[in-house]
């Protein structure tokens, strides 16, 4: 078992502009000790300064473990895969991101009892305001589809409430690279305090991503101050080498990447990962026709949850995905943040 302790991924990660905000290690820590304050860009959990480690000398670690900035980022632009098509959902989905294929297979996993409970992301339909939430009802899933993964939130802090107090054993997570990248960690570690989290994760989605912002700096400090846009208007934001912005009255709005720097967060300039290889599905809209999502099903048990949802008559998968699209933004991302 690792003897790091906090302090140890205080220095290495958390000092160093690193962190990607995950909440891996809020939902780990057996102390309760680790959290994000709310307000302004936060680069960084806080601590109560226990640990069980620093502080009495038991050997704990649990952070340090399930951090994806601990290790080696991929370079891979693909990764491993047993198959790559486009597909879409088979039945309405109201606020549906691309095809809504990753609604349709986890709906379809809560319906046939595969999974009991899904960790994402939710988001206030008024304020655009993200927050990661456990559903278990497949309608309620539905409800709460669509796209908010362009902004920052420690998804993966939900898993204590998954997990420990509402003790589900047969999660599935939705997640952008980096929270998928901890997850992986979690799921080959020998730390003891990681098994039960290992134990209960059934399912890791994860989600193409270039970058995500802070829902402060974008909404307040860019969107309100200098495009007068307020959240109600905005119906659905999407990263395509510029934000693309669809508003409730029907009408659109672009912004360049470039006006949008201090709004991601730092520790996003240290992933490599676009297609998130350390999933079972990953999903995004590059290199899938309109209305499709792009599915990489990288294994047997990513395969058996997509047969399922189209067995199910829930998922219609689709032929002809463009791979050189996916490949020359993951490598784009890849040469832009490796370090040399």
């Given at each position: 078992m690792a003897e790091?302790?906090?302090?140890?991924?205080?220095?290495?990660?958390?000092?160093?502009?690193?962190?990607?905000?995950?909440?891996?290690?809020i939902a780990v820590c057996p102390a309760d000790a680790l959290s994000f304050a709310e307000g302004e860009m936060v680069t960084s959990p806080r601590s109560t300064g226990y640990c069980k480690q620093a502080t009495d000398n038991v050997r704990c670690g649990a952070c340090f473990d399930a951090c994806p900035r601990t290790g080696e980022q991929p370079a891979e632009t693909l990764g491993t895969y047993l198959e790559l098509i486009p597909a879409k959902a088979a039945f309405e989905i109201p606020h549906r991101q691309s095809g809504g294929a990753v609604t349709a297979i986890l709906a379809n996993a809560l319906d046939e009892g595969l999974v009991d409970a899904v960790v994402t992301v939710t988001e206030d339909r008024w304020t655009k305001k993200p927050s990661s939430v456990v559903i278990t009802r497949s309608d309620v899933l539905v409800q709460q589809a669509g796209s908010r993964y362009s902004w920052w939130v420690p998804l993966l802090a939900a898993l204590k409430n998954a997990v420990v107090e509402r003790k589900f054993r047969h999660i599935a997570?939705?997640?952008?690279?980096?929270?998928?990248?901890?997850?992986?960690?979690?799921?080959?570690?020998?730390?003891?305090?990681?098994?039960?989290?290992?134990?209960?994760i059934r399912l890791v989605i994860g989600l193409f991503c270039t970058e995500t912002f802070d829902y402060t700096a974008l909404i307040h400090g860019?969107?309100?101050?200098?495009?007068?846009?307020?959240?109600?208007?905005?119906?659905?934001?999407?990263?395509?080498?510029?934000?693309?912005?669809?508003?409730?009255?029907?009408?659109?709005a672009t912004v360049p990447l470039a006006e949008l720097e201090t709004c991601i967060r730092n520790g996003c300039h240290s992933c490599?990962?676009?297609?998130?290889?350390?999933?079972?599905?990953?999903?995004?809209?590059?290199?899938?026709?309109?209305?499709?999502?792009?599915?990489?099903?990288?294994?047997?048990?990513?395969?058996?949850?997509?047969?399922?949802?189209?067995?199910?008559?829930?998922?219609?998968?689709?032929?002809?995905?463009?791979?050189?699209?996916?490949?020359?933004?993951?490598?784009?991302?890849?040469?832009?943040?490796i370090k040399k």
């Amino acid at each position: 078992m690792a003897e790091k302790s906090y302090l140890d991924l205080k220095s290495s990660v958390w000092d160093t502009g690193k962190c990607s905000g995950c909440g891996a290690c809020i939902a780990v820590c057996p102390a309760d000790a680790l959290s994000f304050a709310e307000g302004e860009m936060v680069t960084s959990p806080r601590s109560t300064g226990y640990c069980k480690q620093a502080t009495d000398n038991v050997r704990c670690g649990a952070c340090f473990d399930a951090c994806p900035r601990t290790g080696e980022q991929p370079a891979e632009t693909l990764g491993t895969y047993l198959e790559l098509i486009p597909a879409k959902a088979a039945f309405e989905i109201p606020h549906r991101q691309s095809g809504g294929a990753v609604t349709a297979i986890l709906a379809n996993a809560l319906d046939e009892g595969l999974v009991d409970a899904v960790v994402t992301v939710t988001e206030d339909r008024w304020t655009k305001k993200p927050s990661s939430v456990v559903i278990t009802r497949s309608d309620v899933l539905v409800q709460q589809a669509g796209s908010r993964y362009s902004w920052w939130v420690p998804l993966l802090a939900a898993l204590k409430n998954a997990v420990v107090e509402r003790k589900f054993r047969h999660i599935a997570v939705v997640g952008v690279p980096c929270a998928v990248q901890a997850l992986g960690r979690i799921r080959a570690s020998d730390n003891d305090l990681l098994k039960p989290y290992a134990k209960s994760i059934r399912l890791v989605i994860g989600l193409f991503c270039t970058e995500t912002f802070d829902y402060t700096a974008l909404i307040h400090g860019k969107l309100r101050t200098h495009y007068k846009l307020e959240p109600h208007e905005i119906r659905k934001l999407d990263v395509k080498g510029k934000l693309e912005i669809l508003k409730e009255d029907g009408s659109t709005a672009t912004v360049p990447l470039a006006e949008l720097e201090t709004c991601i967060r730092n520790g996003c300039h240290s992933c490599t990962d676009l297609t998130a290889v350390m999933s079972d599905i990953s999903a995004g809209a590059i290199g899938s026709p309109f209305g499709m999502t792009t599915l990489i099903i990288r294994n047997p048990v990513g395969k058996g949850f997509v047969d399922s949802a189209v067995r199910n008559q829930k998922l219609i998968p689709g032929t002809g995905a463009d791979i050189a699209a996916i490949e020359k933004l993951a490598m784009m991302k890849i040469k832009k943040n490796i370090k040399k």
